[in-house]
């Protein structure tokens, strides 16, 4: 198995991380918005309704 992992990419892809040693989660739209939160509903909420209430961050 190579030490290297293919991510997804693409316009439907969205990811959410976590913090080490936090509770915070983060959420990362594909248009490259990011979003903070712990709680995972209100995460899961808020990438779902793009481009809703964001807006795309630097990539």
Request: net charge negative; charged share 20%; hydrophobic share 40%.
């Amino acid at each position: 198995m190579s030490a290297r992992v293919a991510m997804l990419s693409g316009e439907t892809v969205v990811r959410i991380h976590w913090k080490l040693g936090t509770d915070v989660l983060v959420g990362v739209c594909h248009c490259g918005a990011e979003h903070e939160s712990e709680d995972p509903v209100q995460l899961w909420d808020w990438l779902l309704a793009h481009p809703g209430g964001h807006e795309a961050g630097p990539r």
